[in-house]
């Protein structure tokens, strides 16, 4: 992935994953990457990737069930 230079780097991977819950690559109810898995493909910090899912969160995408994962939630009907 080539990063833009002013844009942080966990709101450009948020992009990529909202763009993937959007067009349904996951799904609603899928489990989400966890913070390795998001590290690992994009090559960010612990921090950063826990930044992504903290948002994804926030936004109403996902979330997080204790001990298991993060995942989808059911998109609202437009």
Sequence with gaps: MEW???VPRWKQ???VIEERISDGTYAPGAQLPGVLAIQGEFGIAQ?????????????????MQPGIGTFVTELPKE
């Design 4 to 6: 833009e230079p002013d």
């Design 13 to 15: 991977v948020y992009a």
């Design 47 to 63: 921090m950063t990737a826990r930044r992504v899912l903290t948002e994804l969160r926030a936004a109403g995408l996902a979330q």
